[in-house]
């Protein structure tokens, strides 16, 4: 799937518009075994748990992945509202008890050893992957805010309690969905002339296809609200639950 997405920001000095292709490609269910992170000593402030401490600018450090938590977790907080508008122009209905992501250091250094390599053995296993792939070179951090208008957009139905994907794409949507991680390059193994890539994988997938993303309800204002076992702390802000 090919999609135009106008960037100004990639031709400031100019003063114009420069329209960049995004392709989505390469999306991917695994169940291959784990990559294991690398563990990095530094005098800087501590990355999170299990992952390098990047520069922010060719590689991902701690404000760009809670960037990742931040737009990703958005749209999941749209549907506990009831404010997430389909690709048809209707709100889909609220979700209840949608799990609030945290971020996973091992899919982000998984998702690098596979976009360096183009092996999709680096992958872990029970991941859903997706890659999109820039036209030009886009900066890390506008990658990462653009990510979720070509991999969150679906019409959906109801099927009993249920919200089922009648077409588009709920992959980082799914309620149960607990855990995701990022990675970046302007180097990639291939996908040229795609010189910029983004990677996301996120966990567990839907057991199958028709799975419903989500059941019907409202979103959480309270702990008592969120009563899938493990997650049953409610973040008020977002109506989504968290461990």
Do not use: H
């Amino acid at each position: 799937m090919t999609l135009q997405v106008a960037a100004p920001f990639l031709n400031v000095t100019s003063g114009t518009t420069t329209t960049t292709t995004v392709k989505v490609i390469n999306t991917t269910t695994t169940t291959t075994t784990t990559t294991k992170a690398p563990t990095t000593t530094t005098t800087t402030a501590a990355p999170m748990s299990g992952c390098p401490v990047g520069n922010g600018i060719t590689t991902m450090n701690n404000a760009l992945r809670n960037t990742v938590l931040n737009v990703f977790n958005a749209k999941r907080s749209e549907l506990a509202n009831g404010i997430f508008k389909m690709k048809n122009g209707i709100y889909a209905p609220a979700a209840q008890n949608m799990k609030k992501l945290t971020y996973n250091c091992s899919l982000e250094t998984a998702a690098l050893n596979y976009i360096s390599t183009c092996n999709s053995g680096t992958l872990i296993g029970n991941t859903y992957t997706t890659t999109l792939a820039f036209s030009t070179v886009v900066p890390i951090n506008n990658t990462i805010i653009m990510a979720p208008q070509y991999l969150v957009g679906f019409t959906a139905a109801q099927q009993g309690t249920g919200i089922i994907v009648t077409d588009g794409s709920a992959a980082f949507i799914y309620d149960d969905e607990t855990q995701i991680g990022c990675a970046y390059t302007t180097t990639p193994c291939s996908q040229m002339p795609y010189p910029t890539v983004l990677v996301c994988s996120i966990t567990p997938v839907r057991p199958y296809s028709n799975t419903p993303i989500y059941t019907m309800g409202n979103g959480c204002t309270s702990n008592a609200q969120c009563t899938k076992p493990g997650y049953n702390k409610c973040d008020t802000s977002l109506k989504l639950c968290y461990a």
